[in-house]
């Protein structure tokens, strides 16, 4: 009887040692729920937000694209009525172009972004000032001389526009990816952590049913051996 008494209280610090584990590791659990949710959405918001500065300077690449296709189209059939039109329609697609390079700003973020972003619009800048000539020479019916000054100063701009550009959406998709990959290694660990967690708390939960039934049947039995004692006495 004193060893079943001397049992119980100990069962019943392993019950309690079970218990304050148990609920450590619920608790534990709930923030890793929580951290995977928010890890998540960051990762869907980081996905849309690769998208959308992607095809931002996809978009502005192309746009430059058809800038100097439009110049070319002027190179090609010099002296007709419509050179006026197309001068004005070049001019407005370059002021586009440089607004849209302006507020591209926000889609960059690493420093290795910003520098080709601001190695961007230095060749934008001087793209538009080389423009003065060629427009300049265009007008006095230099036709050839605006198309070697275009072939000399304009093309390898708009070739070194296109270069710099298609780094930058290459250097932006890596950066993202590289995060992106982070992200769903965190999110894979964190997964695989709870699953421990469960799996912990199952074999928790089969302990303290073993020390329950262990406590339930050591009460039972002193009870009724103090029953006997009292019937003897």
Avoid: C
């Avoid at 300077?57 to 059939?77: A, D, M, P, R, W």
């Avoid at 605006?146 to 298609?166: G, H, I, M, V, W």
């Avoid at 982070?182 to 073993?210: E, H, P």
Wanted: proline share 1%; no cysteine.
């Amino acid at each position: 009887m004193k060893k079943d008494l001397r049992s119980s209280p100990a069962l019943w610090m392993i019950l309690l040692v079970y218990v304050v584990i148990f609920i450590l590791l619920v608790v534990i659990k709930n923030i890793q729920f929580w951290q995977v949710r928010q890890v998540s959405n960051s990762l869907v918001e980081l996905v849309s937000k690769s998208t959308s500065r992607q095809s931002n300077f996809t978009n502005l690449g192309n746009s430059v694209i058809n800038e100097q296709i439009s110049v070319l189209k002027l190179l090609s059939n010099p002296g007709e009525t419509k050179n006026q039109e197309i001068i004005g329609i070049i001019n407005s697609k370059i002021i586009k172009n440089d607004s849209s390079l302006a507020a591209s700003l926000k889609y960059v973020s690493t420093q290795k972004e910003k520098d080709i972003f601001e190695k961007l619009k230095t060749v934008s800048k001087e793209k538009e000032e080389k423009f003065t000539a060629f427009f300049q020479l265009f007008n006095q019916a230099k036709y050839d001389e605006a198309d070697k000054n275009y072939k000399q100063s304009l093309l390898p701009l708009y070739s070194e526009f296109q270069l710099r550009n298609t780094s930058l959406v290459k250097t932006i998709s890596n950066s993202d990816k590289n995060e992106i990959i982070f992200l769903k290694g965190t999110i894979n660990t964190t997964n695989k952590i709870n699953f421990g967690i469960s799996i912990a708390l199952i074999i928790l939960l089969i302990f303290l049913g073993i020390n329950v039934v262990k406590i339930g049947k050591i009460n039972k039995k002193t009870r009724l051996e103090l029953r006997e004692s009292e019937h003897k006495y």
